[in-house]
């Protein structure tokens, strides 16, 4: 699902809001077996499960055998919308991480996906390093925890939510449940 067809076909706002999502990673990430080890889950039914529901929603997914801590990426991403620039960062980060298996918790590779979709360097680099970013993620944070969300991505309107990727039927269905209406498209 594309927020821009979202946007396209009805008036909302989409606001992006930071999730501790393993936040214990260290920078040099965690292979899977690491990451639940300890719990009883089946990976590779867990990584076809999620191979299903990509390949239903239309989003790519590479072989992913890591995971690596988003923090840093959050908070870039807050710079990138400060910068005009949020949802070109956001498809980017996700195509790196989710698709590419790239390190998203280093600082040099968060640099080049800013880059990439032309957001300067030197801009980039400032943010991660001075954290400038760093309180607008901790309330995002604690936002979360306090609403009691529990999973990503979620999308939420008065209090109503839907979460995980879920078709753009079923988004169109939550929409018209909170009250939106479909624009009316100019023929």
């Given at each position: ?128 390093e001075s954290r400038t970013f760093k309180e607008a993620v901790d309330t995002d944070w604690s936002r979360s925890r306090e609403l009691g969300i529990t999973g990503v991505p979620t999308f939420l309107i008065d209090r109503r939510e839907i979460v995980g990727f879920q078709p753009y039927e079923a988004f169109e269905q939550f929409l018209t449940k909170c ?9």
């Open positions: 699902m594309r927020i821009d067809q979202l946007r396209k076909n009805y008036e909302i706002e989409v606001r992006w809001k930071a999730f501790p999502l393993h936040p214990e990673t260290p920078e040099e990430g965690l292979s899977l077996e690491e990451l639940f080890a300890g719990r009883s889950v089946d990976i590779n039914k867990l990584l076809i499960r999620l191979r299903k529901t990509a390949d239903e929603v239309g989003l790519p997914l590479g072989e992913r055998k890591r995971t690596y801590n988003s923090r840093l990426a959050q908070e870039l991403a807050k710079w990138a919308e400060s910068e005009q620039k949020g949802d070109p960062f956001h498809e980017a980060m996700f195509h790196a991480y989710f698709v590419e298996g790239r390190n998203i918790g280093k600082i040099d590779e968060l640099v080049r996906l800013a880059s990439g979709i032309g957001l300067p360097e030197k801009g980039a680099r400032s943010a991660l009250g939106l209406k479909k624009r009316k498209l100019p023929y």
